[in-house]
């Protein structure tokens, strides 16, 4: 019996076809993953303001008017959002805009010089205004168009705003 060294593998032409096969898969693959990660941010930030709004309501109700005019101070007590202390390259500060140190904000961090997507100022007299920019990134241009932020922030242009009275005679109890 005579033995022969065969040795088998894959073809120069099989290789190719994997390879432009698995490119195919990619073109298609990439682009959705990428719009997947915008629907993601979107969605954080509109979730951010909903829960931000709502503890500072809460915390407003339960603390009254004497203890929100220190509220600036009180963020990390009255919610858990992460608010920006620095858009891309645009430093804020300690967590606000203002030299009042009451404007908190949330970011679009994929632009590359970070975009304020949404502004949330506190006031002494127990209002909170809240607005949105879209400052010409889709990830904010996304925020604006969200029915629920529509809502918070009264409006579908380019500088809506809305205040939102916590406390005082407007509000019922």
């Known amino acids: 019996m005579t033995q022969t060294n ?3 593998g894959f073809t120069m032409i099989e290789l190719i076809f994997v390879i432009v096969i698995i490119g195919i898969l ?9 719009a997947t990660r915008d629907d993601a941010k979107i969605s954080n930030i509109v979730s951010n303001t909903r ?14 008017n004497t203890v929100w005019k220190d509220a600036a101070t009180l963020i990390d007590t009255i919610t858990d959002v992460p608010f920006e202390t620095a858009c891309g390259t645009t430093a804020i500060g300690t ?3 203002s030299a009042a140190g009451k404007d908190f904000v949330l970011c679009d961090e994929s632009s590359a010089t970070g975009a304020i997507c949404i502004t ?7 209002n909170v205004t809240v607005e949105a920019t879209t400052a010409a990134t889709p990830i904010c241009k996304g925020v604006l168009s969200d029915p629920a932020i529509q809502g918070i922030v009264g409006g579908t ?15 019922e109890r």
Do not use: N, W
């Open 6 to 8: 065969m040795r088998r």
């Open 26 to 34: 990619a073109a298609v693959a990439i682009p959705k993953l990428a």
């Open 51 to 64: 829960t931000a709004l709502g503890d500072m309501k809460a915390f407003y109700t339960s603390q009254g």
């Open 95 to 97: 967590k606000a805009t």
């Open 120 to 126: 949330m100022t506190l006031t002494d007299d127990g």
């Open 157 to 171: 242009t380019a500088t809506s705003s809305k205040v939102h009275q916590l406390g005082g005679i407007g509000v």
